[in-house]
């Protein structure tokens, strides 16, 4: 029995980071760029379209969690590796792989306003929101996907599925009990 169903394939995914890459340089340009990479979801999104931006961008990385080995946020939000380079006066640019209920990126954000940067705007390849709990809309959207769980190109089910190359969504037997 299959496991996942295509969702997005890989073919879209690098023509839409392609067209992500062109929107982010219009807007920054010659500005001082912070691109920060929520790990470990983002980190596949982020490695294709940092290619795509300007090479004077200087690269970060924290590490939150909402999920744990769950389906849907547990709306607890963990920040396990904080940033290692100064944002102050700088644009940033956050990446991630998913926006579902807004708590984890807005959580972020507020963080990252405290440590006087330029802007703060938000980069994600996966838009989900009809399961917003907060008023935040990225800035930058990849696809605005259904209420489904999904997979592959990063994110993942208990640790498996990062690898696919494609975006799909999980069945259900796989993870309800």
């Not at 590490?63 to 944002?87: D, Q, R």
């Not at 984890?104 to 994600?124: F, I, R, W």
């Not at 930058?140 to 769980?149: N, T, Y």
Request: charged share 30%; net charge negative; with cysteine.
């Amino acid at each position: 029995m299959q496991e996942y169903t295509l969702l997005i394939s890989e073919k879209e995914i690098q023509a839409r980071i392609k067209e992500l890459g062109e929107e982010i340089c219009q807007r920054y340009k010659d500005e001082p760029l912070v691109a920060l990479c929520v790990l470990k979801g983002s980190v596949l999104f982020f490695a294709d379209i940092v290619r795509e931006l300007p090479s004077a961008t200087a690269l970060d990385f924290v590490a939150l969690s909402s999920y744990g080995n769950k389906t849907v946020s547990s709306g607890e939000i963990t920040f396990s590796k904080g940033l290692s380079l100064s944002i102050e006066g700088k644009h940033v640019l956050v990446f991630e792989d998913i926006v579902d209920s807004g708590l984890t990126m807005t959580y972020l954000k507020k963080y990252l306003e405290t440590q006087n940067p330029k802007s703060v705007a938000v980069c994600t390849l996966l838009d989900k929101p009809s399961r917003r709990k907060v008023d935040l809309v990225p800035e930058f959207i990849g696809f605005k996907i259904p209420d489904k769980f999904v997979v592959g190109y990063g994110l993942d089910f208990d640790e498996k599925y990062r690898p696919l190359r494609d975006v799909c969504v999980l069945e259900p037997w796989v993870y309800q009990d």
